[in-house]
Structure formats: C-alpha cells, structure tokens
C-alpha cells in the first residue's frame, strides 16, 4: 500500500501536468456552459448540474493519478488477463445482468446501483492490448 502513495507522490513530477490544467480549464467551460444552459424555471436549480460536473472533474483528476501510477511493464505482461476480462465484461450482456434500457440494443450492464456499458471499459484496456502486442512486436512490424 505505501508503494501506491509513493507513486501518487510521484504524480506531480511524472504526471502530464500541462495536460491535466488543459483538461480542468475546459471543465471549468463546462461548468460555465451548464450554468448557462440549465434553466432554473425548468430544472429547480442549475447547482445540481454544476455540483455533479464538479465532482466529476475531481473523480477524473484522481483516476487520471491512480491510472498514471500503474506500471506499463505489469499491464504488458498481465495482456492475457485483460482479454478474459474483456470477454467476461462482453458474456456478462447476454447474462441476466445485460440490459437495453428500453433502446432495443443489450448493452448495458445493470449492477442495480449503476449501469455500465463494458464496450467503452473495453475499448481502455483494447487500446493497451494492441500496444502491448505492437512493442513485443516492433522489430517484426517495422521491418
């Protein structure tokens, strides 16, 4: 457990921070735009809509320093365990679990206190698959 805090530490001097400021400056348009466009007459009060944006904004800051720590040697050696993942993920829609919420497309998780799409889970871990094969790779494909 230490090690993960010494990581998160770590987040400032090997994090992206010009990216992080870029990613809460449009937030904060975002905060501005639903202030903006969610009329107090119809919605009660547009703070609602500000509050869960923000507190989105923060959920998105810790995930991008606890995704930041994660080391890409373990992610490539563990590809295999992403892929059962994915499949479990994908099996889990024909379950009784998968759900269409009234669209006629099951492709949706529903856990009863979230409902989750796992394509958009699996395009992440998609994305480190093919890099992981890509750089086992690299002298087969550049040649």
Known sequence: MSRYLDELKDFWKKGDI??????????????????????????????????????ATGLGVMMYALVSSIDLDFLS??????????????LMLISPLGTDHGSGNRSWIDLGFIS????????????I????????????ISS
Do not use: W
């Open 18 to 55: 010009f990216l992080l400021i870029l990613c809460l400056i449009v937030s904060g348009f975002g905060c501005v735009f639903i202030a903006s466009a969610t009329s107090a007459d119809k919605f009660g009060s547009n703070l609602k809509y500000i509050i869960i944006q923000v507190a």
């Open 116 to 127: 989750v799409q796992p394509a958009e889970i699996c395009k992440i871990t998609y994305v």
């Open 77 to 90: 050696e563990h590809r295999m365990v992403m892929v059962t993942f994915n499949c479990a993920l994908l």
């Open 129 to 140: 698959i093919m890099a992981s094969v890509m750089s086992a790779h690299q002298n087969r």
